[in-house]
């Protein structure tokens, strides 16, 4: 056996082992997409973006920042009702207001973009790894398949050539999923954060002065 006949081989079992945990992985993500899809639907069943409302308490929060009423104002914060990320950032940032502490707040508005972007991660590796992950179970059935076809076995073709198939809607089907929840969450977060944009250049209006 030459050493070209070794390597290829070589390349050959080390792909072909790869097909099971390809399918396990792409089987998971298939699971964990429909867990991204349900919580998605229950984080859109909750949020309540109301900008009027907003403006106002924003208003009472200059308001009383303006004579230094730092309770008065850390009251207003807690009385912000926004989407989720939003009211909890007001929540937490009440007590450094009150405090003074006005950096925490600015640190905190950060950790908060932080935490968005990871939750964007989730999505956005499965819509990534997902295609790869179906193509990989496309591509190793296809030896087999070419195999069976030389050998005029068609068992064995039609055997490979459903799991190419099934991969690839499998991997198809995740992505799609984790994809259209990638974006629309991107554009919630970005609302999330002008609203708590917003509320931070009012805190550090006074902190200016």
């Known amino acids: 056996m030459s050493n070209m006949d070794l390597l290829f081989r070589t390349i050959y079992v080390f792909s072909s082992a790869l097909l099971y945990p390809v399918m396990i992985l792409l089987t998971l993500l298939v699971f964990v997409s429909l867990i991204q899809l349900g919580e998605f639907l229950s984080e859109y069943s909750k949020r309540t973006r109301d900008r009027n409302s907003l403006e106002v308490s924003c208003k009472k929060i200059r308001q009383s920042l303006h004579i230094s009423a730092f309770s008065e104002a850390s009251k207003a914060l807690l009385n912000i ?124 209006e006074k902190n200016g002065n």
């Open 81 to 204: 009702k926004q989407n989720y990320m939003v009211t909890t950032f007001a929540k937490e940032s009440a007590q450094y207001l009150e405090d003074q502490n006005f950096p925490a707040t600015g640190k905190l508005s950060e950790e908060y973009e932080i935490r968005m972007a990871k939750r964007l991660e989730h999505t956005k590796i499965i819509s990534t790894v997902a295609p790869m992950l179906g193509l990989m179970g496309t591509l190793i059935p296809l030896g087999p398949a070419l195999i069976g076809l030389s050998q005029g076995d068609l068992e064995t073709l039609a055997q490979n050539l459903m799991i190419a198939f099934a991969t690839t809607v499998v991997g198809l089907f995740s992505a799609g999923i984790a994809y259209v929840l990638t974006q629309v969450r991107r554009r919630w977060y970005w609302e999330d954060m002008s609203d708590i944009d917003y509320i931070l250049d009012i805190i550090e």
